[in-house]
Every structure is written in C-alpha cells, then in structure tokens.
C-alpha cells in the first residue's frame, strides 16, 4: 500500500492559460463555481491557484484590472502552487513533506513533462494514511493546515494537532454514538467551522506505552478533520450583500448631504454678524438658532437611529395608556417641528383610554411623533386614527385625506433622507427602528394627491377592548406598485386580513423574520426584481413554511421551498383573496360564499389527463385523454376551463410541446409532478395532494381561468 502513487490521490480542477484576461477567467468561474482555478501556461504547467469568489469581489472593487493577464498579476485572490510528480510513492511525498518548512496550501500532480494533472487530494490522502499501520503519518498531519483530531470511542482526546488546537478547542470533546462510516456536522449554530469523522483501523498496540506521543490503538478510534463552511464565507459577493451595502451607501450619503446645509447656513450668518448693526443682529441671531437646534435634532436622531439599527438602544418596559401617550406624543411633535396640530380633528372609532400598549414610553412618543411631523409637512382634509389588532400586535393605522404621497418618494421614504425634509424623513427611518426594537413594524401605503396610511405595530399590554377589530392572519406585501398596492390592501381590509407592505428585497426579509406572517405575496415591478426578492427571502428558514403567491408573468424562480402559487399578473385583488380563503387559511378548508369573488357555477369543463386516480366530480363535465396528443385535440374542440394533470412525473417533459395545454391552470395530484410542472415557469398549478378537496381546487382554476 505503502507504494501506491500520488496519481491516485488526485482531484480533477479547472484550468486557464496564463494570457487569459481576468473578466475572461471570472466569467469561467460563474458558469461552475469550482472551488479553484489553475493557472497554466502555455506547456501546461501549474503556475498558481485562482481563489474565484475572491477575485470576483476584487473586480467589483478595482474594475480598471480586469483587462489584465491573469498569469502576471499578484493578489490576494492568487495562491502558489508546488508540483510533485504524479509518479511519487505516498512514503516519497512524507520525505519530501518534512523538509518543507509548512505544508503547502495547494500541491498540484504533474507528469513526466511537468504538465499538470490534477491537485492532491489532502483529505483523500490522510484518510488512506489513518487507516492502515505503521503511524508516521502523525508527524506529517501534525503539520497539515486542517483541524485534525484523534479520539477513542470513549471520547476521550488522544492527539490533536497544532491547527485543531488553534481553531477548535471550544469544541472538545466529540463523541460518536455509532462506529461505523463517515459523519459530517455542523458544530452550532453561526460556527464558521463543520466536522467530518470517520472510523480508524489501527494494530493492536498501547497509547499510554508509546514513546514521545507518537503511538497506536489498542482500541477503536476516530479521526476528526474540521473544514470551513463556505456559505458562512464573509467574503462570498452575493447579490443580497450587495444590495445591503449599496443601501448603507445611499443613506450615508444622503445624509452626509442633509447635514451640510444647517452647517452651511450657521457660518455664512456668523460672518454677517460681523458687519451688520447691532438691531440687525437680533433676526441673524435667530436664524443661527434655528440652523443650531436642526442641526442638532438631525445629528440625535441619526445617533438613535444608529443605536437602534444595530440594537444597542436600551428599552425601559411598562405599561402605557394610548390616550396619554396619543397626545404627549402630539406635544413632542409640535416641540420638534414647531407646528400647531392640537386643533386636528382626528376621527378615532375606539375610546384611547381603554387602550393600553407595553414598551418604553419615550421611545413609543417619538414614534408618533415623527408620524405626525410628516403629516404636518402636508395639511389634508381629514384625518383618523384606526385600532385593530392583527394576530398579537395592536395596528394603529394614521390615515389621511387629500394629500397623500409622491410616487418618486415611496421607493426611498424609509430607506434614505429626502432633500427638503431631511430632519423629518430621519424621523421616520428612526421610527422604523423604534417598532423593530418593540418586537412591531411600520409601513405604509399612499398614492399621490390622494391619501395616505401609516400602520404601527406594537405589543399591547393586555387585553384589548372588545369592540376592537380582529384579524387572525397578517400578510407581508412585497411590491412598489403604488396603485396595486391600494387596490389589494382595500380587500384584504374587507377581507378582515392584516397587511404590511415591502417595497426592497431587504425590507421583505427584516419583515418576514420580525412578523413572521401568514403569507408572502409578491408582485415585481419597475426597479423591483422578482429574482432579488426571492434570493432575498429564501436565505431566511421562515420561508419554507410560509405559503408564497407570485403575482407575475414571469417563470417562477428554481430552488423555492414550501408552497409556492403563481398567479397572472392581470389578476384581480378578488381572486388573491379567494386563494387566500379556500387555500392558505387553513389550505382548502370548508368553502365559504365571498362577495369579493363569485363563485363559478359548477358547469365547469375539465380535462383529465391520465388515469393514475380515481377521482369524483359530480356537475361538471368531465373529459379523459390519455396522453398529450389527444389532450391536445380535445382542447381545440371542447374549450376546457381546467387540465387535470393524472400522468407520471417524467411525462412533465413533453408538455413543453404542447401550448395549448400550457395556458390551462393545471392541477396536479403528486407531490414530483407539482415540482416538475413548476420548473416550467409559464404554468399556473394548483397542487391538490388530498383528493377530497378536488372540487374546491377544481372551481378556485376554473376562477384564475375566468380572469385570464
């Protein structure tokens, strides 16, 4: 065994030549994603290692390289390599092993002309190493860059070498219910590291009679190697990182921006004080005061803001009645903003008084206080106040009429300071973070010259009066459709459902993991990318459990999790809460009348393709082909209004070929056919696993059909 080559012990890697430009080699990179690239030159010869998702990230930020050769440029996405030949015995290469100073990070196999085969395969090799005898292998691993360990099957430690020693001690001891086969596992929760193990097969000697450390087993044993996880790698660019940092970039700057112009204003009128009268000095005098006193609100807000942001804002915890809270927070505003609004005339349906929330009475002030600081930007009509409490929250919705909100500023009203209304727009952002910190959240809805909607929620105190509106479900909006968005929150209301609205893929996700909510609906458009708001909200576990509707055109996006619907982008808000109803809440529960969305009449048309089920529907007209071909010809006749999918999974293929089918919404009977027609991306499936519920699934398509 000892003889064996290293030819053995190879691993296959991607290759570019030396005079490969480094846009080239990145753009070969992202069609794989290997782990490596070598750089070779033009005898293939290992001249170095190519680390990908570092190089990507350095030409995001030094794009003016990426014309550059990548066999003459030095960086730190670049890593040596040394050669040995592939034809090396395994006691050849631990020779050579010692008179390095450090083991290698990379060692490349070549043959006899140098050109290269292939990289060593380290794991690979020590595992052949562990399981046979003689052990002077533990002097070569001893050196090796990866956390190794070695334990009896009692757990206890017997070895370890320098780099386990370093990185994993933390994590000692690991024990192994069962002897048998390799194991991998993450360590926690967080932990940049995972453990793989596997059994030893050693000849009987003692551990304890050993000279200098250095021994094998009497009895049985594991060998632990640690290995980075790379999804936990800080440096992988993804896009959701991306878009986080561009984010922080734009708030920095917009307020960087605001901050200059109080400042500006301060020392152009202390130079006019200097050359004016005495008497004139009063009003100058009063505009420094003013610029002072923004300036500094501005500069305490985003300090709060800040605090807030990454949760180091202490919260003091009581009890708070509404109807005081209601109006010192009118108070504060008026002390922030400098306007009168005591004489608004609020139109509130519940007593304030009975009312009672659980938070930090401060911090709860400020954030109706900066709500109503926007409302003074903008005199309305009417104004309204309206209680409700959606699933364990307390919803309080500021509403008003007349006014409403520019479509340019919704995108960015909760994200960045607006120019002209830097100080309240900063008020806002810190609002958002005051209802985060109390377990809550805040958004709204508007449409310009028209009206707007401000919804809070926040933890109440205990029970809450019983005229007060109840909402068991809340669902998480994700759209900047200004119009959509009116249009579907006005029958979810109806409806008796709770709302919050997102208009980024990072608001989606901080809302889903603060709320947690009955459903996601997202509906793209504009600037809003359904494949950003789905990288988004798939890095959260939550989503697999939360049922997602796609209102779109578009193919739904591979790799979702959970139950996914697809509905067309023309739909009406009635036909999302008729899916609301009889699908998610609970999932095909008794059917009940709507007047939101008529019910069809049971004279339906369907089309069943296949007969792996036995399946009922009495009132409906029923028709049976066998296979796609004969689907086809009885869509051209008959005109079905629902295509009932009853084939094997692997026939999901040729559907492709058949457009008429495709226009249908198809329901489908097996788990593997769902997931295969879904991959389709232009098909709107309804999955009906429980054939008792085949009536219901069957009316709410043949409803997407009527709309279509």
């Known amino acids: 065994m000892n003889s064996l080559s290293l030819a053995s012990f190879t691993k296959p890697a991607m290759t570019v030549g030396a005079n490969l430009s480094l846009r080239e080699v990145c753009q070969r990179w992202q069609e794989t994603l290997p782990e490596t690239i070598v750089i070779v030159d033009e005898q293939q010869k290992p001249l170095g290692v190519v680390q990908g998702w570092r190089l990507a990230l350095s030409l995001e930020r030094e794009a003016q390289f990426a014309d550059l050769a990548v066999g003459s440029v030095t960086a730190s996405w670049r890593s040596p390599v ?25 060692i490349a196999v ?16 020590l595992y052949r190493w562990a399981c046979q005898p003689p052990l002077p292998w533990l002097e070569v691993i001893e050196q090796l860059p990866v956390p190794i360990q070695i334990q009896n099957a009692q757990g206890k430690v017997v070895w370890q070498n320098w780099a386990w020693s370093k990185h994993l001690t933390d994590f000692l001891p690991l024990i192994q219910p069962k002897f048998e086969g390799m194991n991998c596992q993450a360590l926690e929760a967080g932990s940049l590291w995972q453990v793989c193990s596997f059994p030893l097969n050693l000849t009987s000697l003692d551990w304890e009679k ?8 009497s009895d049985r044993y594991w060998l632990f190697f640690a290995q980075r996880r790379q999804e936990a790698d800080p440096m992988t660019p993804t896009r959701l990182h991306q878009l986080r940092l561009h984010q922080q970039k734009r708030l920095l ?11 500006t204003a301060i020392l152009s009128l202390t130079q006019l004080l200097w050359q004016h009268p005495l008497p004139e000095q009063q009003d100058y005098l009063a505009l420094i005061q003013r610029s002072g006193w923004q300036m500094n609100r501005l500069i305490q807000t985003w300090q709060d803001y800040t605090r807030a942001l990454w949760r180091e804002l202490e919260l003091q915890w009581e009890t708070v009645e509404l109807a005081s809270l209601w109006l010192r927070s009118q108070e504060l505003a008026e002390h922030l903003y400098g306007q009168n609004i005591s004489r608004w005339q609020w139109q509130i349906e519940v007593p304030l008084s009975s009312v009672y929330l659980y938070g930090d009475p401060l911090r709860l002030r400020q954030i109706f206080a900066h709500l109503l600081g926007w409302l003074m930007l903008f005199p309305s009509d009417r104004y309204g106040l309206r209680l409700s409490r959606w699933q364990n929250w307390l919803a309080l919705q500021l509403w008003e009429e007349g006014h409403g909100i520019p479509l340019k500023d919704h995108d960015r009203l909760l994200q960045e300071c607006l120019e002209d209304y830097a100080e309240v727009t900063m008020g806002l952002m810190l609002a958002r973070q005051l209802c985060r910190l109390h377990n809550g959240e805040l958004s709204f809805i508007a449409q310009a010259d028209s009206s707007s909607e401000w919804t809070v929620l926040l933890p109440f105190a205990e029970e809450l009066p ?20 009116m249009d579907t929150t006005s029958a979810l209301r109806r409806s008796h459902y709770g709302y919050m609205v997102a208009r980024h893929p990072l608001e989606a996700l901080d809302k889903l993991e603060q709320l947690q909510p009955s459903a996601i609906v997202v509906r793209p458009a504009s600037s809003l990318i359904l494949a950003d708001v789905v990288e988004s909200l798939t890095t959260s576990s939550f989503t697999a459990t939360v049922p997602l509707i796609i209102i779109s055109d578009e193919a739904t996006p591979l790799g979702l999790t959970g139950f996914v619907q697809r509905l067309p982008l023309s739909s009406h808000p009635s036909l999302l809460i008729d899916v609301l109803d009889r699908w998610c809440f609970p999932r095909l529960a008794t ?41 086809d010809l009885l869509v051209e006749i008959w005109q079905p209004d629902v295509l009932i999918w009853d084939l094997p999974a692997d026939e999901v293929a040729h559907l492709e070929n058949h457009p008429k089918l495709r226009k249908l919404p198809i329901i489908t009977l097996a788990e ?4 295969a027609i879904h991959q389709l991306g232009d098909v709107v ?24």
């Open 591 to 631: 059917l009940t009348e709507k007047s939101t969305c008529e019910r069809p009449l049971l004279n339906q048309t369907v089309l069943r393709l296949g007969l792996l089920h036995e399946i009922n529907l009495p009132h409906l007209r029923l028709l049976e082909a066998e296979d796609l071909e004969q689907a």
């Open 210 to 217: 050993a000279e200098g450390g250095v021994a094998v087993a």
């Open 672 to 675: 593997d056919s769902s997931r």
């Open 685 to 708: 499936v309804f999955p009906c696993l429980n054939l008792a519920d085949l009536m219901d699934v069957v009316l709410l398509a043949a409803t997407v059909k009527a709309q279509s």
């Open 82 to 106: 040394v050669a040995v030949p592939a034809t090396w015995t395994r006691l050849q290469f631990q020779g050579w092993l010692r008179s390095q100073p450090q083991m290698p990070a990379y």
């Open 253 to 263: 700057l917009s307020l960087g921006h605001e901050l200059k112009n109080p400042l």
């Open 110 to 125: 070549v043959d006899a002309q140098g050109c290269f085969l292939g990289l060593l395969d380290q794991q690979h090799l």
């Open 466 to 485: 019983p005229e007060l509106p109840t909402t068991a479900q809340l669902i998480l909006l994700v759209s900047n459709d200004a119009t959509w968005i």
